[in-house]
């Protein structure tokens, strides 16, 4: 089970982190690449980000590069995405999800994850 937090309101320009945390064993973290996603209103799903499971690689898409960076602590079952300089467009909700699969891969489809959270709502308005 995933369970992401720290979603808020926020005026354009500032910040939030988000957490993504999971239940289970340690060990078995390691084996998921966690991603996230989000979707506003009215708008299709959209990736944003993934770390792979030892943490060494991540990706973020091209919107976001330069103002939000991911990580994660595996020995707390979490992954983070700090989001800075947040613009109102950037308002919606924003999910994680896992995907079981080597320690250095980050899967290529959105269909490759098998787990997710429900969601936490990020809003950017003045």
């Known amino acids: 089970q995933l369970v992401e937090s720290g979603g808020g309101l926020v005026q354009p320009g500032g910040s939030l982190r988000l957490s993504c945390s999971a239940d289970?064993?340690?060990?078995?973290?390691?084996?998921?690449?966690i991603g996230w996603f989000r979707q506003a209103p009215g708008k299709a799903r959209e990736g944003v980000s993934c770390i792979t499971g030892s943490g060494s690689t991540s990706n973020l898409t091209e919107s976001v590069k330069g103002r939000f960076t991911v990580s994660r602590d595996n020995s707390k079952n979490t992954v983070y995405l700090q989001l800075n300089s947040l613009k109102p467009e950037e308002t919606a909700v924003y999910y994680c999800a896992a995907a079981f699969m080597p320690p250095e891969y980050c899967p290529s489809h959105e269909y490759e994850y098998e787990y997710w959270g429900q969601g936490t709502q990020v809003t950017v308005s003045s």
């Open positions: 289970g064993s340690t060990s078995n973290y390691y084996y998921n690449a």
